[in-house]
């Protein structure tokens, strides 16, 4: 069974573009979660999509936005970027609305110059 | 309250040793604590997860030890190799499906 998969794997911008990350969930997975692990701040949870819906929401401003596709994949889009936006941004899914485990990907490693 | 904190940032074990690593929470209405490995480059994986109700759970070499009323939980890896080297981080679960993460434990088994 194939995992989530994640492109592009590097991604380099300059402040003030935007950036575009996409998410494949592992098959018969309908929940796609957002994490952005960025150097000392840890993993910290950005989005939460279930059946094409937005379900929940982290501490980022509105320039990070996403949608979830009918075939279950994900787009995480981030707007006007800053050089803080710097971070390995990684993508998981579960089996939905009660799914407990949730399995990343190999993340997209993105760089703001 | 929705902070994970975990202890100790870096352990260094001999082969066959066991590396503990904990956790601590404050949020009562987390309801689901899972452990994953990090290796260099990769993606978190998911090793163990636990429940409140439960006071112990293991699989294979992991074993997760819970205690409810003291807010804590902890990883111990039994019999460890030098392929276990790698970043350990636990987390727990909130409403809304949102995982928050401690700040990781950078393991290393020497041979």
């Known amino acids: 069974e194939a995992g989530v998969t994640q492109s592009p794997t590097h991604l380099i911008k300059t402040r003030g573009q935007q950036a575009t990350l996409r998410c494949s969930p592992i098959?018969?997975?309908?929940?796609v979660y957002w994490y952005q692990q960025a150097l000392g701040l840890g993993l910290q949870f950005l989005l939460w999509?279930?059946?094409?819906?937005e379900r929940n929401r982290g501490n980022f401003p509105p320039r990070f936005s996403g949608r979830q596709f009918p075939n279950y994949s994900s787009e995480l889009n981030v707007n006007a970027l800053e050089l803080e936006d710097s971070a390995l941004y990684l993508c998981a899914s579960s089996w939905g609305w009660g799914g407990d485990e949730q399995y990343f990907g190999p993340g997209t490693r993105l760089t703001v110059t | 309250q929705q902070q994970v904190k975990q202890s100790p940032q870096s352990l260094i074990v001999q082969k066959g040793g066991i590396p503990i690593i904990n956790c601590a929470y404050e949020?009562?209405?987390?309801?689901?604590f899972p452990w994953y490995q990090q290796f260099p480059g990769k993606g978190p994986a998911l090793l163990i997860a636990i429940r409140p109700d439960v006071s112990e759970k293991k699989e294979g070499r992991f074993t997760i030890s819970f205690n409810k009323s003291a807010k804590q939980f902890s990883l111990h890896i039994m019999d460890s190799q030098p392929g276990d080297s790698a970043t350990y981080f636990c987390a727990a679960r909130a409403a809304g499906n949102k995982l928050t993460f401690g700040g990781g434990t950078r393991v290393l088994v020497k041979p």
């Open positions: 949020n009562t209405a987390f309801d689901y």
């Open positions: 999509y279930d059946e094409g819906e």
């Open positions: 098959s018969g997975h309908t929940s």
